[in-house]
């Protein structure tokens, strides 16, 4: 039974359009997490939700929105993509000590290769 | 403003060998550290998650470090094997919410 779960694992699109990414944990973490993975492999957070709640928005383009419709799921949809945008995105959930609870490990998903044509 | 840095960048070393794999940071104020493990198209698998209070934890083969007060921590891996051949990533986390900043990877290789 996978603990970090997302999909697609592979998206193709063109330019301009619109997609989600969609992302679910079973663990019983309060926080999740999207990272994103460039060409050079260079893992850089994006955004953070505890218990449904914005914690982390890094400079991320606002065509990128994030929604967290209960703290077991968490999507991130982009607008109006974007060659720049070709990457692997990467969804991942713990229980931070910002949360009141003891630190855990962070677990993610296998990740979503992205390629915008 | 957070950074980490991993060296070095690939390794090569034949099956039995122990490896070394370093990682520094430049601001001591983290609530934890991690080393992962990351496959060809796969996603990251944490190894070991060491606290700030702690110096060390160990996992079978593994054992990490952390030195908060100098910026460093390493991973040693024992009687390395074929099988631990992947890209090895160290995170740290400044800021309580787990806002890890990861270093760039040490791409190990491990031969028979």
């Known amino acids: 039974d996978t603990a970090v779960s997302q999909t697609p694992k592979y998206l193709v699109t063109q330019m301009g359009n619109d997609k989600s990414i969609k992302c679910e944990q079973n663990l019983g973490h309060d926080t999740m997490y999207w990272y994103k993975q460039d060409s050079k492999k260079f893992l850089k957070i994006m955004f953070s939700?505890?218990?449904?709640?914005?914690?982390i928005n890094e400079t991320v383009p606002n065509r990128f929105s994030p929604k967290s419709p209960d703290k077991a799921h968490l999507n991130l949809h982009i607008n109006s993509l974007e060659l720049g945008d070709s990457a692997v995105y990467f969804c991942a959930s713990s229980q931070p000590h910002g949360g009141g609870k003891v630190n855990e490990k962070l677990f993610f998903g296998s990740g979503t290769q992205l390629s915008v044509l | 403003k957070q950074e980490v840095t991993q060296i070095p960048a690939a390794l090569s070393v034949p099956e039995g060998e122990n490896l070394v794999l370093n990682c520094s940071f430049t601001d001591s104020a983290i609530y934890n550290l991690q080393w992962f493990r990351q496959d060809p198209g796969k996603g990251l698998t944490s190894l070991l998650l060491?606290?700030?209070?702690?110096r060390e934890q160990t996992s079978g083969r593994l054992n990490a470090s952390l030195d908060k007060s100098s910026g460093r921590s390493t991973l040693y891996i024992a009687a390395s094997q074929p099988g631990d051949s992947a890209t090895y990533l160290c995170?740290?986390?400044?800021?309580?919410?787990?806002?890890?900043?990861f270093g760039a990877g040490t791409q190990v290789v491990v031969t028979p």
């Open positions: 060491i606290q700030s209070s702690q």
């Open positions: 939700y505890n218990n449904k709640e914005l914690i």
């Open positions: 995170a740290v986390d400044n800021d309580s919410w787990g806002k890890f900043q």
